[in-house]
């Protein structure tokens, strides 16, 4: 019997994805992603208790999606009215410095996450497009808004803080915030379980490697410095991301290539990391062009690796004790290569990987260090719905 859930919805600009979790358990009680919004032809996938379910039709709108979401559970399961549903789990990528836990939705907090959009214009406007329409159509559920950047804000100033002149940080909320955090917080208890450790009282860094990806130092549970900055175009080499670059980049293509500002910050975004470097942004087709002999793909995986590598450096500096280094999301769950490349030639910092261990298949939450190491080598798969599930009961205990 399932016990208390939570509807956690991420809706995109043309999409949402959403997962019905069991709070206590973990379960996943039904997921499904709508896609293609506003196109001519949408696409439905849910997998519940009655299966899976697919079909193509126009979505026309956000309003549309969530309504189609709603009849997939009456049709394919389970409906929602039979479970113990207490509350909508809404993912919000940019909380800026007004938001530093979750929150319980009304018009007031609606209104603020909207006024962060020119922090993050391509996502908080289609965070509040999905609040306001699933506050309508399920508006006898309490809503709250976990955010990306809410673990980070924790942040001591000297970390957060850029060099630049004043103003800007006070009038156009000029910083850094870092992102993930959802991820690191659930992979940091997670972590801290392993070693058997509580977790206020253990120092790890956390990389997040997906197609894109950060890298988090992590003392005593609180993020105390993170790779992304005031947008994720900061830190470390992603998918289509450049990560860290001159700021003078900009000004120099404009000069000598007539490049626009816009045309500048879209390519670092969007034709850049390692997409740029290989020709592709999947790292499996790029393992697959390196072992080829594409000298691109193989300069794409030492850069990636090399940009790590520093970074675990600086954060070891920065927390001064380590306890261990996390790997988690796609690559870091499952690339080995890319884990044993980013930490090789750290052993005086205490820190190894066991060739063997990194190298089987294996994925669940595990250690890839040799035993008896000063620094544990972790690989922990994250679960993002589970964690803003988490966090959305949470608030509601505490009302």
């Given at each position: 019997m399932a016990g208390a859930a939570v509807l956690v919805l991420n809706c995109g600009s043309s999409s949402i994805k959403y997962q019905l979790v069991d709070v206590e358990s973990g379960e996943r009680l039904?997921?499904?992603q709508i896609e293609r919004i506003g196109e001519e032809t949408g696409r439905l996938a849910h997998t519940g208790s009655a299966g899976v379910k697919e079909r193509d039709e126009r979505i026309a709108d956000h309003e549309a999606g969530l309504r189609a979401m709603l009849a997939a559970f009456e049709d394919s399961g389970p409906a929602l009215d039979a479970v113990d549903l207490i509350a909508?789990?809404?993912?919000?990528?940019?909380?800026?410095?007004?938001?530093?836990e979750p929150v319980v939705l009304d018009d007031d907090?609606?209104?603020?996450?909207?006024d962060l959009a020119d922090l993050a214009p391509l996502h908080n406007p289609a965070n509040v497009a999905g609040i306001r329409v699933a506050r309508t159509e399920l508006p006898d559920l309490p809503?709250?808004?976990?955010?990306?950047?809410a673990f980070h804000q924790t942040m001591p100033r000297h970390a957060y803080t850029y060099a630049v002149p004043r103003r800007w940080a006070t009038e156009y909320g000029v910083r850094r915030y870092g992102f993930h955090g959802t991820s690191i917080a659930y992979v940091s208890r997670e972590a801290a379980r392993m070693l058997g450790r509580r977790v206020a009282e253990t120092n790890l860094i956390v990389a997040h490697l997906g197609n894109g990806a950060s890298i988090t130092a992590v003392a005593d549970g609180r993020s105390i410095d993170t790779s992304m900055g005031m947008t994720p175009l900061e830190g470390l080499v992603m998918g289509t991301r450049s990560g860290d670059v001159d700021p003078a980049l900009t000004g120099h293509l404009h000069r000598?290539?007539?490049?626009?500002?816009?045309e500048v910050d879209g390519a670092l975004n969007r034709e850049s990391g390692v997409l740029a470097l290989a020709g592709a942004n999947d790292m499996r087709e790029v393992h697959r062009r390196a072992e080829d002999g594409d000298d691109g793909a193989r300069l794409a995986i030492e850069v990636y690796c090399y940009r790590l590598r520093k970074y675990v450096g600086a954060y070891y500096a920065a927390l001064g004790r380590v306890d261990a280094i996390v790997f988690t999301a796609g690559?870091?769950?499952?690339d080995a290569e890319v884990r044993g490349k980013a930490l090789a030639g750290l052993g005086r910092l205490g820190i190894a990987v066991d060739p063997d261990r990194?190298?089987?298949q294996n994925t669940g939450a595990r250690a890839i260090s040799p035993d008896g190491t000063d620094v544990a080598v972790l690989v922990v798969p994250t679960d993002e719905e589970l964690e803003i599930a988490r966090q959305?009961?949470?608030?509601?205990?505490?009302a």
């Open positions: 039904a997921h499904g909508v789990g809404h993912r919000i990528v940019h909380g800026g410095d007004r938001f530093a907090v609606t209104a603020a996450i909207d809503h709250v808004a976990v955010f990306d950047t000598v290539a007539e490049l626009s500002v816009d690559v870091g769950e499952n990194n190298a089987a959305a009961a949470a608030v509601l205990d505490e």
